[in-house]
């Protein structure tokens, strides 16, 4: 397995910690606009879509810069496209789940607060986010370690 190497464990815990910070920017975009801008409030899918990317932004910098600094013998701009390509199939997995998620968590916790509430609405958002977020790290991880940044050493 990929993880019994102490420098692939390394490098999957700063994955990690670099998505920590690209979902602290999903979450924070995506509620900025679903609780400020009325139109995203009833079309979180595109939020959740716009918040995606500018963390994707982010992660594939720090990626670049300290997950996988010794990945260089593959231009900047050839590892953005194959880090963009992963991201964008990542999308396309999440983006369905978490319609799906975020329908059934609305019902479920609908039943939990007064009628017209709207923190069943947030709850789901939130919840729905979070579990397509930790869903797609493993497949962008894997992706990403053996196709963007497969020039490095184990």
Do not use: C
């Not at 690209?22 to 879509?49: K, M, S």
């Not at 923190?119 to 986010?129: E, G, Q, S």
């Amino acid at each position: 397995m990929i993880l019994t190497n102490s420098r692939e464990r390394t490098r999957f815990i700063r994955f990690a910690i670099v998505g920590a910070i690209g979902a602290a920017i999903d979450f924070g975009v995506f509620n900025l606009l679903t609780h400020f801008v009325p139109y995203f409030r009833e079309n979180a899918v595109f939020a959740q879509a716009i918040s995606f990317t500018l963390a994707v932004f982010s992660n594939f910098t720090w990626n670049r810069l300290w997950t996988y600094p010794d990945s260089r013998s593959k231009s900047i701009m050839r590892q953005w496209v194959q880090f963009a390509v992963v991201s964008v199939i990542g999308l396309a997995i999440r983006t369905p789940i978490f319609l799906w998620l975020e329908g059934l968590l609305i019902r479920t916790f609908s039943s939990w607060f007064p009628k017209g509430a709207a923190t069943p609405i947030v709850i789901a958002h939130n919840a729905a986010l979070a579990i397509v977020i930790g869903t797609v790290m493993i497949w962008n991880f894997i992706a990403n370690r053996y196709w963007t940044y497969n020039d490095v050493t184990s």
